[in-house]
């Protein structure tokens, strides 16, 4: 019988920002006791949480171990975890900037654990994320960095020596070296995901009785494995019987697979003898990203499964597979969900990690089995918030490089708003942000995206913004990681990528002057459904046109290009035609990222007076008049050296010039610091590219606006960037605001500084960052 699972708290996750915590990435089972951790906690020191059930059978009340000292930094803490009776061992392989650890907690007789020791490797010069992997074998401890792993062996007044270090010959980071564990009747098993481009192996040592030394036996490698199948990225072991999880087998849309090893006992050789697959086929399903188990049941997780997730149970006869069923999630969860991402049990108590609930902050389930051999769901747990408290009351000034926590440059804070007190719940991320001015009273407004909705804060008293209230996702639409707004006529104009039948939301800006019982959830006023899912709106005020760009999913997409609708009757907006210029775009169809849409009084006197769009076509700049919009003119289109992804730009207020991203080329290594593009557009017709200018990290950058002589560049983990750009090709940084104030500044996938708005009369610049919230900035040498 399947049993289903109720989640009552989550929504669905679309992507997960690089500080995600990725609760459930680690997980154990004692033999009442469950232990989750933290995996992917790359902003605060990381927490485990211990849970047994209370008298009435509840999980809610779990302990809380941290590492010894924690000093505020991330650490990782939790990203590995061991149990065994009375010890726990937790890795922090983020700690010691970077070289990692991992401790040892004693449980006392009242059931407190309790710090003991820190396992330190002996001559380790160059150590590396030391914890990234512990595992626990009666008086051996492993514990894995991605060169070695050292074996800790215990005395018997509970005291630990280094007795081994294990690695292969040769060893690379993107090995994935010791990332799973699993030892057994004297067998230790080490994963290496990433070896042999991606195709996995495991490595297995014996302990020699003689001479009480880990040496090595076999490497184990799955006959015909894809590249990129990962073995090794699980691993359970039993007596002379190992089995390996290849989870991206069949390639990144595949469903993944685990490999049957065993040891002839005359020869000594290991060998492959099965190999599983899911029933149920899903692509990307990730069958084998887990495996443990107890009492003849084998469960495999495979976090893709459905979309949700699932976990396989096999029933075995020694090495004979007599028996599976899918344990399923049900329609309680969401997409993304992970379930199975990480498992752990022990007799009838099991625990399955979900790390992909809300946006990758995780969950874990406990599930218990019955009488009748069947498994529920005994609780659902999370852990604690955590996050930058809002800061309001009074500027901040940036002194010694610093305003609060946040390292700056000549950028004061005026304000933050954590996303909870903007309305944002667990998992919620910012993304793109505008601006309003109300033309009646002069107040202005922030209005804020989010992966759930919008977001209105009144930010006219600078110190002390007022969130007004939120107007949620349109009701059927998925919650979208891109959302994306511009205003005309006191009308704010929304689209939301990747979210299914969104369409353009349309609310009445006027609405926010003194809303009564603040904060208030509205309804919108107007919704233009010719579209579903886009990622972004660009409005000219001068026509009161709209160009909705990156459309798909449904509606007359344009090809991706410009959708062009007249607005001028904001509430009643009409189809008005398409342009997409073919020669650009990833698949030839003329997709558009973004674009910037202007009535032109430029320097090329032919088309004064003409609409004119400058796209950002993920391969190259493409300009169109597309003052006619029944018959819309390429003029150009210009690409350049080094192109990942040609990704959003703004003109100068002259036109003379025209400053672009392109969101693709740090991550890919094409530059040496965070770049921006300097096109001179003097003769629309011919583009040229003058110039660029190289930032001293490497962020990956994002939306860049310009006002006056400045321009204003979120730059993702690298925070608000400010340009001087009084000689245009040569740009000059005149400030900075990081708004993520932990991390190297390295290329990130996601994660900070979003977009910002420079506009307001009063000088102050609103600045959303993902994870964090909303700030209220001003740089220095504004007046307010």
């Known amino acids: 019988m399947k049993r289903f699972f109720s989640f009552l708290l989550f929504i669905p996750a679309l992507c997960l920002s690089a500080s995600a915590q990725s609760f459930g990435g680690a997980v154990a089972v004692g033999s009442d006791e469950v232990v989750v951790g933290e995996t992917r906690n790359q902003a605060f020191p990381g927490s485990v949480y211990v849970y047994s059930a209370d008298a009435d059978g509840t999980w809610n009340n779990p302990t809380k171990v941290s590492a010894p000292g924690a000093n505020g930094k991330a650490d990782r803490f939790g990203s590995a975890i061991a149990l065994s009776e009375d010890m726990l061992v937790i890795g922090a392989s983020a700690a010691n900037d970077g070289r990692g650890a991992a401790y040892v907690y004693r449980q006392d007789a009242d059931g407190v654990w309790n710090y003991a020791t820190e396992l330190v490797p002996t001559d380790e010069a160059e150590l590396r994320d030391l914890g990234r992997g512990v595992h626990i074998m009666h008086e051996h401890v492993f514990v894995a960095s991605s060169a070695a792993m050292f074996v800790f062996d215990m005395d018997a007044e509970g005291g630990f020596s280094m007795t081994g270090r294990l690695a292969p010959d040769s060893v690379e980071a993107r090995d994935d070296f010791g990332s799973a564990i699993a030892a057994r009747s004297g067998y230790v098993f080490v994963g290496a995901p990433g070896e042999a481009d991606g195709a996995g192996a495991v490595y297995v040592y014996r302990h020699n009785h003689d001479n009480m030394q880990w040496e090595p036996e076999a490497t184990l490698e799955g006959m015909g494995l894809d590249n990129g199948a990962r073995l090794g990225s699980a691993i359970h072991a039993a007596d002379g019987f190992v089995l390996v999880g290849a989870p991206r087998e069949g390639g990144r849309m595949g469903s993944g697979a685990v490999v049957g090893f065993a040891r002839d006992e005359e020869s000594g050789e290991w060998e492959e003898v099965t190999r599983l697959a899911p029933f149920v086929m899903s692509r990307g399903g990730g069958f084998g990203s887990s495996i443990t188990a107890t009492n003849g049941e084998v469960w495999i997780g495979t976090p893709g499964d459905g979309g949700a997730g699932a976990v396989y149970v096999y029933t075995l006869d020694g090495r004979e597979v007599t028996g599976v069923h899918r344990l399923a999630t049900g329609e309680d969860l969401p997409n993304r969900a992970g379930f199975g991402t990480a498992t752990a049990m022990?007799?009838?108590?099991?625990?399955?990690?979900?790390?992909?609930?809300?946006?990758?902050?995780?969950?874990?389930?406990?599930?218990?089995?019955?009488?009748?051999?069947s498994w529920t769901n005994a609780a659902t747990v999370i852990d604690d918030k955590q996050g930058y408290a809002s800061v309001t009351g009074g500027e901040v000034k940036c002194e010694s490089d610093s305003a609060s926590a946040f390292p700056c440059k000549d950028v004061d804070m005026m304000s933050f708003l954590s996303l909870e007190d903007i309305g944002g719940v667990r998992g919620v991320r910012a993304n793109d942000i505008w601006g309003w001015t109300d033309p009646q009273t002069s107040r202005e407004y922030a209005i804020v995206g989010r992966t759930d909705g919008t977001s209105f804060v009144d930010v006219t008293d600078a110190s002390n913004p007022r969130y007004l209230g939120q107007l949620p996702k349109t009701e059927g639409s998925q919650v979208a990681v891109w959302r994306d707004m511009k205003v005309y006529r006191d009308h704010v104009f929304i689209v939301a990528d990747g979210a299914g039948s969104h369409g353009v939301q349309?609310?009445?800006?006027?609405?926010?002057?003194?809303?009564?019982?603040?904060?208030?959830?509205?309804?919108?006023?107007?919704?233009?459904?010719?579209?579903?899912?886009?990622?972004?709106?660009?409005?000219?005020?001068?026509?009161?046109?709209?160009?909705?760009?990156?459309?798909?999913?449904?509606?007359?997409?344009?090809?991706?290009?410009?959708?062009?609708?007249?607005?001028?009757?904001?509430?009643?907006?009409?189809?008005?035609?398409?342009?997409?210029?073919?020669?650009?775009?990833?698949?030839?169809?003329?997709?558009?990222?973004?674009?910037?849409?202007?009535?032109?009084n430029g320097p090329d006197s032919d088309f004064a007076g003409r609409e004119i769009c400058f796209g950002s076509n993920e391969t190259a700049l493409s300009i169109a008049d597309v003052s006619d919009k029944q018959n819309p003119v390429a003029l150009s289109m210009a690409s350049y050296p080094n192109v990942a992804y040609t990704h959003q730009g703004w003109l100068t207020e002259d036109m003379r010039y025209f400053y672009m991203n392109d969101e693709g080329d740090e991550a890919s290594g094409l530059v040496e610091g965070t770049r921006t593009l300097i096109w001179d557009v003097s003769d629309l017709e011919d583009p040229v590219l003058v110039g660029e200018y190289l930032a001293d990290n490497t962020s990956i950058d994002h939306n860049l606006y310009v006002k006056g002589n400045l321009l204003y560049e979120s730059n993702y983990v690298s925070g608000l960037r400010v340009l001087d750009i009084t000689d245009p090709v040569n740009p000059v940084e005149v400030g900075y605001f990081d708004t993520v104030p932990y991390g190297d500044n390295s290329p990130s996938t996601g994660g900070g500084s979003w977009s910002n708005y420079p506009y307001f009369e009063s000088g102050i610049v609103v600045v959303t960052s993902g994870r964090e919230g909303l700030f209220v900035l001003k740089k220095r040498d504004i007046d307010i």
């Open 346 to 373: 022990n007799g009838n108590l099991a625990v399955v990690g979900l790390t992909g609930i809300d946006f990758g902050e995780g969950a874990a389930s406990i599930l218990t089995k019955g009488a009748d051999g």
């Open 506 to 600: 349309i609310f009445d800006l006027k609405r926010l002057r003194e809303p009564a019982d603040a904060p208030v959830v509205f309804e919108e006023d107007a919704h233009y459904d010719q579209i579903h899912s886009a990622h972004n709106i660009v409005i000219n005020e001068d026509t009161g046109f709209a160009f909705v760009v990156g459309a798909s999913s449904g509606g007359e997409t344009c090809g991706g290009g410009l959708h062009m609708v007249n607005i001028q009757d904001p509430t009643d907006p009409t189809f008005a035609g398409c342009f997409a210029d073919a020669s650009t775009g990833r698949r030839g169809t003329g997709y558009s990222h973004d674009a910037q849409c202007v009535t032109y």
